[in-house]
């Protein structure tokens, strides 16, 4: 990563004041909420500690981070996950995609699955959108997580009509629940291709935005395998751009996957018109 | 306070490496973890990047470091089919020989994973394996009951193995080279947006919870760094401490007032502002450059 060593005091200047003291620091808390960002993020198995964090804030171009908030399936432990770890990382300067891992499609090997009856996948849905809203609030997100954007993870499943139906009525149950006062914004994440995103644009009460997997190098959430240009087109759309590999910063080595937003991010958003993400 | 700006970048950093002893508890000769020394949980069955995963975690229980040469050898022990071995995954082959060293206590963890899905998933039928037997390179086997593993789309592989950075541990290893330093919380205050060319000033405060104060009479060294359009500008300092009283009282706050140059050649965007405490807290925001 070019740096430039333009350490003179012309450039970069010291602390000019000492201020006020103050008797009582105010609690940090995470704020509920989010907005619409434009730039490039990573997602790791497990939440790394606040000191790596650290390393991959200062002069990296990463300034989201995917995180697995819980789910019957998540994959990885998260000995770090805490509500400390939220409010510390958010000091730090990140944003958050926050992700939750519950059943996955009832045609998979996946060690939790959705029913095949779709009044159930609905329930199933809407129980998951339940869970995960308790899961934000016990994080300390708060004013009820209003409007705070959760994504579900749907991991790429075969393509098989009673299968594909399932999920849909799974994933609409997870958008009504979700759109339930106090509403959060309703994501879902899957392959671009292998997990229906084309489909999932006919539900009656589409996901607000999505955050697909297509591994093609190109940070551009236009350009997005299987789903219609003009789906999620409004700072709808998160891309996992670049899968499995190893990047090191501040002595930090990661195992990531490379993400681009041009949509919502917990807590606060950040719109730049010239971001290599549109 | 001009003499806590006296210091140049070098000064500081050869004080920090002579108040930081090493923190790292595992010498570089441990010898090979046994059987014994370990203790091997089963973690969550999961779904990542497509596949249907189970975590295994790996625990130093014995009183001294030990290490792991690669994941350890791996079986499935299927009930009804023959044992079957599980290799490193062809994205990732380091694993079978990348050396973890494990500290008391310490934890490694390794993920397996199977293809998540396959037109055969569609029928009910499943090839799951509940038990798995671990044979450590130091000698010795472990058998671990209560995994998940469905080999119906494919066979098993290793997609991850790392000792696991606890918070905990890093909280305390933080604490005993910087002392109270790391107790301090931040939080920064900075326009949202900033002009090309010009000054940006912006706020830290530092904050202490506990129920001492905390001293800056050494004041502290932090850095400063702006990043955009990927480059950046950064410089170590000393923190006024003097002006500061040389100290947070217990349950108080400091503010102190900072400000970068904005450099003039970045194209408009985001910028990283960064600002690090020397064994404290990092704070920081994206700055709208315009």
């Not at chain 2, 400063?224 to 706050?253: E, F, H, V």
């Amino acid at each position: 990563m070019p740096t430039l060593p333009l350490k003179a005091a012309a450039r970069l200047l010291p602390v000019l004041f000492a201020a006020a003291l103050f008797a009582t620091p105010s609690a940090q808390a995470y704020p509920g909420g989010g907005a619409a960002f434009n730039g490039r993020g990573f997602d790791t198995c497990a939440a790394p500690s606040t000191s790596q964090m650290q390393a991959w804030w200062t002069n990296t171009p990463w300034s989201f981070v995917g995180v697995y908030i819980g789910g019957a399936v998540r994959a990885c432990s998260q000995p770090n996950l805490t509500a400390t770890w939220m409010n510390t990382t958010n000091s730090q300067g990140w944003r958050h995609s926050l992700i939750w891992v519950g059943p996955q499609a009832p045609c998979t090997t996946f060690s939790s699955r959705i029913s095949y009856d779709t009044a159930t996948a609905y329930q199933q849905g809407k129980d998951e959108a339940l869970k995960a809203y308790n899961a934000l609030v016990a994080l300390g997100v708060t004013n009820n997580a209003a409007g705070t954007p959760v994504v579900y993870d749907m991991e790429g499943y075969p393509n098989d009509a009673s299968c594909k139906a399932a999920v849909k009525q799974f994933l609409q149950g997870w958008v009504d629940q979700l759109a339930v006062a106090p509403a959060q914004a309703s994501g879902v994440y899957g392959s671009a291709c292998n997990s229906w995103f084309s489909d999932l644009a006919t539900m009656a009460r589409p996901p607000q935005f999505i955050w697909a997997a297509n591994w093609d190098g190109n940070p551009s959430t236009s350009t997005l395998s299987c789903v219609a240009g003009s789906a999620w087109s409004n700072h709808q759309r998160l891309k996992q751009y670049q899968g499995d590999h190893n990047e090191t910063y501040g002595g930090v080595t990661l195992n990531i996957d490379s993400n681009c937003a041009n949509g919502p991010l917990a807590p606060t958003g950040g719109l730049n018109a010239a971001s290599v993400c549109n | 306070m001009p003499s806590c700006f006296s210091l140049p970048p070098s000064a500081i950093a050869l004080a920090l490496l002579a108040a930081a002893p090493g923190v790292h508890a595992a010498p570089a000769a441990a010898r090979l973890c046994a059987a014994a020394d370990v203790q091997a949980s089963a973690g969550p069955a999961g779904a990542w990047r497509g596949q249907a995963t189970q975590e295994i975690r790996i625990r130093n229980t014995g009183g001294e470091a030990c290490a792991l040469p690669g994941f350890p050898g791996l079986q499935l022990q299927p009930a009804s089919e023959a044992p079957q071995a599980v290799g490193a995954s062809e994205q990732a082959p380091q694993l079978a020989s990348s050396r973890i060293e494990l500290a008391p206590g310490e934890e490694a963890v390794v993920l397996l994973g199977t293809p998540g899905s396959c037109e055969a998933a569609n029928k009910p039928a499943r090839r799951v394996s509940r038990r798995l037997q671990l044979a450590l390179a130091g000698g010795g086997i472990k058998a671990l009951d209560g995994v998940h593993i469905d080999t119906l789309c494919g066979r098993a592989t290793v997609m991850r193995f790392e000792r696991v950075q606890g918070e905990g541990a890093a909280r305390a290893a933080a604490m005993k080279a910087a002392g109270a330093l790391s107790q301090l919380t931040g939080s920064l205050s900075a326009p949202d947006e900033a002009s090309r060319g010009g000054t940006l000033r912006y706020t830290v405060t530092l904050s202490n919870p506990t129920a001492s104060p905390v001293s800056l009479a050494a004041c502290p060294a932090y850095t400063q760094s702006l990043y955009a359009d990927g480059k950046a500008i950064d410089s170590t300092q000393r923190l006024n401490c003097g002006a500061a009283g040389g100290q947070i009282p217990a349950n108080a706050s400091v503010s102190f007032e900072m400000q970068v140059q904005v450099p003039a050649g970045p194209a408009a965007g985001n910028g990283k502002l960064s600002w690090k405490l020397d064994g404290g807290p990092g704070v920081g925001k994206i700055v709208g450059l315009h």
